[in-house]
Every structure is written in C-alpha cells, then in structure tokens.
C-alpha cells in the first residue's frame, strides 16, 4: 500500500467518523443491527428466516438472536412457528406490526437519505452512488 492511499484511508476515517454524528447515517446504520436488522432481513427475505440465518448475517451467536427474538416476539413484531419442512427448525416470520414498523422506519430512512443526496446536488448524488456501488461490487468475495 502505498503512502498516497494511506493518507487517502486516513482522511476517509476521519470523514466517516463524522458522517456518523449525522442523523441520515444513524438511521442507516441502524439497519444493520437489533430489532432493525431483523425486521429489514425478513421484510426483504420474503417475510420469513429460521434464526440461523439471522444470526449469520447479523454476525451474532444463536443464543443472542434467541434472546433479541423472544423480545421482538412479546411486542408482536415477529412470530416463531415449526418450520413445515422440517420440525427440527424454527420460521421466523413478519407479523403485520412488525412489517407496518420496518416500512415506517425504512420510509424514515429514505426520506433522511434523500435529503443528505439533495445536498451534494443530481450529478454528485449519482458519482456517489456509482462509487459505492463499485466499492460493493469489488469487495464481494468470489
């Protein structure tokens, strides 16, 4: 790695670090763990998993998944059933709270998003999302 890059990763460390303080990325980065990561996982996965799934994805142990669905059970968000193919395992599924409660916070989301692009202007909006996409693209293991 050259030094260019790494002066490059530094500054880009430091601009991430506050990105965070802001609320468009705070939403977002909600998504990605909790109560969130589990309704959004399951509102784009057909409505349901079984909790190894979740817990792969969320790169949490089984036990803190059991425990986090056993809380997102008793608000009614998700239901537990046996699974009809195999009784071993467990469905997690989308109760219409839980699916009416992600579509909110997803709308919440995409409105605080919207107004972070409006600010970098159309062409800005569009370099950025080009080059976070190439980032994803790239950094997918093959």
Do not use: C
């Not at 705070?26 to 959004?40: A, I, P, Q, T």
């Amino acid at each position: 790695m050259t030094e260019q890059y790494e002066q490059l990763a530094n500054e880009l460390v430091q601009v991430n670090e506050a990105l965070l303080h802001q609320p468009a990325q705070d939403l977002l980065s909600k998504l990605s763990r909790g109560e969130h990561f589990v309704l959004n996982y399951l509102l784009t996965h057909y409505g349901q998993a079984h909790p190894t799934d979740l817990s792969r994805h969320m790169v949490v142990s089984t036990a803190r998944i059991a425990a986090l669905l056993n809380r997102m059970e008793e608000k009614g968000l998700i239901s537990r059933l046996p699974d009809p193919l195999d009784n071993r395992q467990i469905i997690v599924s989308l109760s219409p709270k839980g699916e009416k409660a992600i579509e909110a916070f997803r709308k919440k989301v995409i409105q605080a998003m919207a107004r972070m692009l409006e600010l970098l202007g159309p062409d800005d909006s569009q370099e950025f999302l080009r080059l976070q996409r190439k980032l994803v693209t790239n950094l997918i293991p093959r």
